[in-house]
T-cell receptor
Framework: AQSVTQLGSHVSVSEGALVLLRCNYS??????LFWYVQYPNQGLQLLLKYTTGATLVKGINGFEAEFKKSETSFHLTKPSAHMSDAAEYFCAVRLGDSSYKLIFGSGTRLLVRP | EAGVVQSPRYKIIEKKQPVAFWCNPISGHNTLYWYRQNLGQGPELLIRYENEEAVDDSQLPKDRFSAERLKGVDSTLKIQPAELGDSAVYLCASSPLAGPNEQFFGPGTRLTVL
């Protein structure tokens, strides 16, 4: 079965520190991978996505993620955390080009300490 | 461009009562999704529409849940009767015509069943 695992339901970093949010997936076909951010009382906003091609993907707000097929991972990073990055982050997988269904991980809440 | 609109934003009801949620997708988006997001979890797909047709309702609990998208634009999701376990955020998303494109999410309706 296809699934998404986000390691760590809560991650706390200091402002200016590196942000690393982990995502591992399982898929029987080449996946499309996504990171979404959800601010309190708001819907999900797409941060970045991997479909094909370059495995290092850059998104909005300075975030980037690298698709590593051998590790079945798609970890999200940002070199320097900002207070405004505090939110919940969801990794999601779509099972290839013909699939519409997004399978989400359980989310990681990012806390940024001043 | 206006985003996905949902109403109400919050709803509190007693168990066994009916409840309905409304969604207006982004103009021109033919595909519409309803998701349920339980506390501390990622969204899970309930139903997907292509225009007026429900093309994937396999995850919709049909004994108490129903949905419609009569004119292929806005949509209503109904629960009757509501149960305590239905407390969640109900998210609507839409995507453009043709192909498994990016999904744009609305702010959601937070349902509390007492």
């Amino acid at each position: 079965a296809q699934s998404v695992t986000q390691l760590g339901s809560h991650v706390s970093v200091s402002e200016g520190a590196l942000v690393l949010l982990r995502c591992n997936y399982s898929s029987s076909v080449p996946p499309y991978l996504f990171w979404y951010v959800q601010y309190p009382n708001q819907g999900l906003q797409l941060l970045l996505k991997y479909t094909t091609g370059a495995t290092l993907v850059k998104g909005i707000n300075g975030f980037e993620a690298e698709f590593k097929k051998s590790e079945t991972s798609f970890h999200l990073t940002k070199p320097s955390a900002h207070m405004s990055d505090a939110a919940e982050y969801f990794c999601a997988v779509r099972l290839g080009d013909s699939s519409y269904k997004l399978i989400f991980g359980s989310g990681t809440r990012l806390l940024v300490r001043p | 461009e206006a985003g996905v609109v949902q109403s109400p934003r919050y709803k509190i009801i007693e168990k066994k009562q009916p409840v309905a949620f409304w969604c207006n997708p982004i103009s021109g988006h033919n595909t519409l999704y309803w998701y349920r997001q339980n506390l501390g979890q990622g969204p899970e797909l309930l139903i997907r529409y292509e225009n007026e047709e429900a093309v994937d309702d396999s995850q919709l609990p049909k004994d108490r849940f129903s949905a419609e998208r009569l004119k292929g634009v806005d949509s209503t999701l109904k629960i009757q009767p509501a149960e305590l376990g239905d407390s969640a955020v109900y998210l609507c998303a839409s995507s453009p015509l043709a192909g498994p494109n990016e999904q744009f999410f609305g702010p959601g309706t937070r349902l509390t069943v007492l």
